[in-house]
């Protein structure tokens, strides 16, 4: 009888084991904006990305890289948890090679001051200066 149980739960088990869509290559990511760097050395990108089948996930935000790599999108600039919806309306826009201006409207309710709080303020030398745009995100 149990070796029957055994038999029987076994393929449930392994069948639970399987990702089923659940991996970031199936997830949907729209470009915004992309502005490259004065000297083309490096890409700005405000983007917006969807996934994670039926529970699901949106969210925007933007990236700093070399010209010539591929976007990651779970390399955002801004929020401790990428994933979040927390950064809407983004923009983009380069001060000089060096400087990189990026405008946003943010989630200031209690539960994201944590998460909104974490931004990169530099990437390849490139200091990141952030401005938070007035209205509701």
Same mark, same amino acid.
């Given at each position: 009888m149990c070796l029957l149980g055994l038999v029987l739960c076994l393929p449930v088990l392994l069948i639970g084991c399987i990702d089923v869509g659940g991996d970031r290559e199936n997830d949907e990511v729209e470009i915004l904006s992309e502005k490259k760097s004065p000297n083309g050395?490096?890409? @700005?990108?405000s983007f917006?990305?969807?996934?994670?089948? @039926?529970?699901?996930?949106?969210?925007?935000? @933007?990236? =700093?890289r070399k010209a010539g790599?591929? =976007?990651?999108? =779970?390399?955002?600039?801004?929020g401790k948890h990428k994933d979040w919806k927390a950064f809407t309306d983004i923009e983009v826009r380069w001060i000089d090679d060096n400087n990189l201006e990026v405008s946003c409207?943010?989630?200031d309710s209690p539960e994201y001051r944590e998460n909104n709080a974490v931004k990169?303020?530099?990437?390849?030398?490139?200091?990141?200066?952030?401005?938070?745009?007035?209205?509701?995100?």
């Open positions: 050395k490096y890409v @700005a990108t917006s990305c969807s996934g994670g089948g @039926a529970a699901g996930y949106f969210y925007f935000n @933007a990236n =700093l790599e591929e =976007l990651d999108q =779970l390399d955002g600039l801004m409207k943010e989630n990169v303020e530099s990437r390849y030398g490139i200091r990141i200066h952030y401005k938070v745009k007035k209205g509701d995100p």
